[in-house]
């Protein structure tokens, strides 16, 4: 399995940016899909999920009403970022999620992509 994610840049609070994440290998029906993010000094943190039908989805409490995850059902998963604040500045990564523990955790990652929000 690869993940390779794109869409990441430089943008002023309030603005938008769509991340994409292309997919490759056994991940289709066998992983649900998910973005994180890392800002400096903080522990990686779950943003969103979905299963590659689209469902399945939940955000984190700062990403609701703002973000929206999606998939063209096949190979590539998208995080639309609207409304962006300083906040959301940080390295976003995809991951191929697998249920382990009785949760879903990461099994996959792809390389990050920065975003940055200016005040």
């Known amino acids: 399995v690869q993940l390779q994610a794109s869409g990441g840049g430089l943008v002023q609070a309030g603005g938008s940016l769509r991340l994409s994440c292309a997919a490759s290998?056994?991940?289709?029906?066998?992983?649900?899909m998910g973005w994180f993010r890392q800002a400096p000094g903080k522990e990686r943190e779950l943003v969103a999920r979905v299963d590659w039908s689209g469902g399945s989805v939940a955000y984190s409490n700062p990403a609701k009403g703002r973000f929206t995850i999606s998939t063209d059902n096949a190979s590539k998963v998208y995080l639309q970022m609207n409304s962006l604040k300083p906040d959301d500045t940080a390295v976003y990564f995809c991951?191929?999620?697998?249920?382990?523990?009785?949760?879903?955790?990461?099994?996959?990652w792809g390389q990050g992509t920065q975003v940055t929000v200016s005040s």
């Open positions: 991951a191929a999620l697998r249920f382990l523990g009785g949760d879903w955790s990461p099994a996959y």
């Open positions: 290998g056994r991940t289709y029906g066998f992983y649900l």
